[in-house]
């Protein structure tokens, strides 16, 4: 066979190369179609029967390999029903005029034509699996058909409602400085529920003030270890009144002893002494006869008649007026004598033969009374009565009266009553007491003793304060009298049952100026309606050291009383300072409780109201109040108990209050949601923070129900939420207008908003879908907030979801899936029968379709490329043209070599 099968041969392989030149040719020509599976070309050996060592090369055949399984590029495409797959399945298509037949392809570039139909570019209708409302429920692919009729209205019953509030709502009448001012407060509304009361004592309790308090003075701060001298200086008088009763302590500051009396002066007292006069008289007969005599001024008529001695003189006494045998003549000598008394003595004489004698005249004196000047201050009186120890020059003098005040008058009538005959006269002003004895001949007084009352200053101002104290507790018979220092400052007190009343004045001798300790106060006991919280002891209620415990909501405020202003407290007590009167005390506890006391104290007021102790949390209608401690307790401020806050509860909101609820709450969204007839109605919420402790808080969930003009309801209030650190814990439904299904549904059993009914309305919540964690903004975050109504909708587009489903699309923004594509797939798809337009039947080979009903590996809007290369197919061309040349070669050869063998036989 040798040349004749090399002709064979040859023309075999032209034959096989045609073959690959025409899958070329095709496979190039249609390398932009959409979904084309190229063609390769296989070549088989075609051996025949001959021994080992003679076979021969042989022949070739050819035949088609399909590539369908080879996927080709997905390109976007704007058309959105164009689609392809990702995958090695094929689209279910039949004949564009409904003529039948099952087809498979590749090619998703479908469109809808003037039927409705999914039509492909090689006019091939699209099959699937018809749908309703999301659910498929066709059983049968067929031709897919979009139906462009209006989507009717669907009423809205669920809100996918989901949000984060935060922990403290900065609402409009939100103020940082003010705790409580962003919660709700229903009290507030004209149509609160229930009786909404702040806490405090009830009427009837608490400690009433005594019937009479003690009268006290607080003086200078002062330290106590300070020496005495540093305010006082030696022999400083505080003049302490008590009762009326001056109480004059002098402060001893060098240990040397100062009498209250002094003797300030002593005179003596001397008889009595008469005036004389001594005259010459030369001759009496020659004085008669010439009667001319003079004894000063006075004339002596003497005349014929005086012719002796005894007429002489009774002519003298007559004409001066003095008793009988007051003149006396002796020889020349006339000697006169006046009465006692204090006349000046006669000067001059005159008449023949009279002259004064030299010396001739001596003055007359009254006899004198002896004297003595004491100086007892007033102030030191009452010290001097106490002490019993009067004494003027031996002379013991008993102060009267006994008790009570002592007057000038009173001291003066006492000493009369020692010394008498002798008188004494006292100036209170100056403190003089001058004492007069009866006139006559007596020696001055030389001594006068007495003491009053010293205090020990001449160590701490502390040890000096309490001397005082046991001094004047001594003086005034008041042992409950008290002196010393009080939260610094210097206090004296009357016990608590004198009714004495309390002054100070200060005498300074030293440098030291103003009043001795500060004490400068008049006080008087109160009683009746003259005892007020302001002029009564703290000390007087309660005792030191006393506890009172306050309560309000989750804050705790544990103080305790201190009446001397010495005392230490404990870890988590606040020491208040009970040292002055009720009004302090009460008012350094109301102090610390806004200060302290958390939201529920901040209008707190701790006063005597009507005449008895009363705590009042003005304000306070969410925070309960227990109030504790032995201070609290029955026989001393009788405060003790519980005593709850009621706030009250609003179901709905009044037009009238409207604006007042949206200055206490935050917005929590809005949203459109629709009726029967799919009118619009847009439904407002709003969240209101109805309070609750940290961790633990309340939240109420309002919607706008009517704002129309004339409304009497704008909110309706749906439920109130309760959070537990963060986590929604439960729904409490507002009664009649709803009903919880746990914390993930809240259905409304008829939502009505300006008049138009939505029925039944559920809000979905899902899990842990609403939270309350903080937020810095003060507002709600929502996270998700959609419905399932609709209105009515015109259809615009029709598209195809990434599931493989046919989707419309509407005006009023709603999607109806109206079919699912279906896909087959087979076992061995390079084995389908190929037909025009990109479609392939099934064969033998191929096996059975494979249906999909997922819609797996269908992408929308996009279409697939050929899966020829181009490139390929050129280098494919190339060797394919090379081999057929050189099979040409071969037949060209062959027949030079039959020429050859002919030509041998010529």
Do not use: C
Request: net charge negative; charged share 15%; aromatic share 6%.
């Amino acid at each position: 066979m040798g040349i004749f099968g090399a002709l064979q041969s040859a023309v075999s392989g032209l034959k096989a190369q045609s073959h690959a030149m025409e899958n070329i040719s095709g496979n190039i020509a249609n390398s932009q179609t959409i979904g084309f599976k190229r063609i390769d070309t296989s070549f088989v050996d075609m051996i025949p029967d001959a021994p080992v060592k003679q076979q021969i090369a042989g022949a070739v055949s050819s035949y088609s390999r399909s590539m369908n399984t080879l996927r080709g590029d997905i390109q976007n495409a704007e058309t959105e029903t164009y689609m392809a797959l990702n995958g090695n399945g094929f689209f279910v298509v039949e004949q564009g005029d409904g003529s039948g037949g099952t087809f498979y392809t590749r090619r998703g570039d479908f469109d809808i034509d003037r039927n409705g139909y999914l039509v492909n570019g090689a006019g091939y209708r699209l099959t699937g699996l018809g749908m309703n409302n999301g659910v498929v429920t066709g059983s049968v692919a067929e031709a897919i058909k979009i139906d462009n009729s209006f989507l009717p209205a669907k009423r809205s019953t669920t809100i996918d409602y989901q949000l984060n509030l935060p922990q403290i709502p900065k609402t409009s009448s939100y103020v940082s400085t003010t705790p409580g001012s962003e919660l709700f407060k229903p009290w507030n509304y004209s149509n609160v529920q229930g009786s909404p009361a702040f806490p405090k004592t009830p009427a009837g309790s608490g400690a009433t003030l005594p019937a009479t308090t003690p009268a006290y003075a607080f003086g200078a701060t002062v330290n106590g270890t300070a020496a005495a001298n540093s305010i006082v200086t030696d022999n400083d008088r505080l003049n302490v009144t008590v009762g009326g009763v001056t109480y004059g302590v002098r402060f001893n500051t060098n240990g040397v002893s100062t009498p209250a009396a002094t003797l300030t002066s002593a005179t003596a007292g001397n008889a009595a002494v008469s005036k004389q006069t001594t005259i010459t008289v030369a001759s009496r007969s020659t004085l008669a006869s010439d009667d001319n005599f003079f004894i000063g001024s006075t004339a002596i008529p003497l005349g014929a008649g005086v012719t002796n001695d005894a007429q002489f003189q009774t002519a003298i006494e007559s004409a001066l007026g003095l008793a009988p045998g007051s003149a006396v003549l002796t020889g020349t000598s006339l000697v006169i004598s006046y009465p006692a008394g204090a006349s000046p003595a006669e000067t001059s004489a005159a008449g023949t033969g009279v002259a004064l004698s030299a010396p001739g005249t001596r003055a007359g004196t009254l006899a004198t009374s002896a004297s003595t000047v004491v100086t007892v201050p007033k102030e030191e009186l009452a010290n001097l009565r106490a002490a019993g120890n009067f004494n003027i020059n031996g002379t013991a003098v008993t102060i009267l009266p006994a008790t009570g005040p002592i007057t000038p008058a009173n001291f003066q009538a006492s000493v009369n009553a020692a010394i008498a005959p002798a008188t004494a006269t006292y100036d209170g002003v100056t403190g003089q007491l001058t004492v007069t004895y009866p006139a006559g001949a007596r020696a001055a007084d030389t001594t006068v003793t007495g003491s009053g009352t010293e205090v020990a200053a001449n160590g701490s101002i502390t040890t000096m304060l309490a001397d005082m104290e046991t001094k004047l507790r001594a003086l005034t018979g008041d042992a409950g009298m008290s002196v010393g220092i009080r939260n610094g400052r210097v206090a004296v007190i009357m016990g608590d049952a004198s009714t004495q009343s309390l002054a100070f004045t200060t005498d300074r001798v030293g440098s030291i100026s103003g009043d001795a300790m500060g004490l400068s106060l008049t006080t008087d006991t109160a009683s009746g309606v003259d005892v007020k919280s302001t002029n009564t002891l703290a000390s007087l209620l309660i005792d030191h050291g006393d506890t009172l415990s306050i309560q309000v909501g989750s804050t705790t405020r544990t103080y305790r009383l201190d009446t001397s202003g010495t005392l230490a407290v404990g870890a988590g007590e606040t020491r208040i300072n009970a040292t002055g009167t009720v009004a302090d005390m009460l008012a350094s506890i109301e102090a610390d409780l806004k200060a302290n006391g958390g939201p529920g104290a901040a209008g707190v007021d701790v006063d005597m109201v009507g005449g008895r102790l009363s705590v009042t949390f003005a304000g306070n209608y969410t925070n309960n109040v227990m109030i504790s401690g032995n201070a609290a307790g029955a026989t001393k401020l009788n405060i003790a108990g519980s005593y709850n806050a009621t706030s009250g509860s609003v179901d709905n909101i009044l037009s009238a209050d409207s604006d007042r609820f949206v200055s206490e709450s935050i917005s929590g969204g809005g949203i459109t949601v629709y009726s029967n007839t799919g009118e619009p109605v847009n439904v407002q919420m709003r969240w209101a923070k109805m309070g609750g402790t940290t961790g633990n808080e309340t939240w109420g969930l309002f919607y706008a129900s009517d704002s129309r003009p004339g409304a009497s309801v704008a909110w309706t209030k749906l439920a109130d939420y309760s959070y537990d650190n963060g986590i929604l814990s439960g729904i409490a439904p507002a009664g009649g207008v709803a009903t919880a299904t746990g914390t993930e549904q809240l259905t409304i059993s008829n939502l009505t908003v300006n008049g138009t009914s939505l029925g039944q309305m559920t809000y979905n919540h899902g899990l842990k879908g609403m939270t309350q964690f903080a937020d810095n903004s003060g507002a709600a975050s929502t996270t998700a907030l959609k419905q399932n109504g609709y209105g009515a909708g015109e259809f615009i587009s029709v598209g195809v979801s990434d599931a493989g489903r046919v989707v419309a699309s509407y005006t009023n923004g709603e999607t109806r899936e109206v079919a699912q594509i279906v896909t087959a797939s087979f076992n061995n798809a390079n084995a389908l029968k190929r037909g025009d337009g990109g479609t392939y039947t099934a064969t033998v080979e191929s096996g059975e379709p494979i249906v999909d009903q997922s819609g797996s590996g269908i992408v929308g809007g996009s279409t697939e490329a050929s899966n020829t290369d181009i490139s390929e197919e050129f280098t494919k061309l190339i060797v394919t043209q090379q081999a057929y040349s050189a099979n040409t070669k071969i037949v060209t050869a062959a027949d030079e070599m039959l020429k050859e063998a002919l030509n041998m036989i010529r």
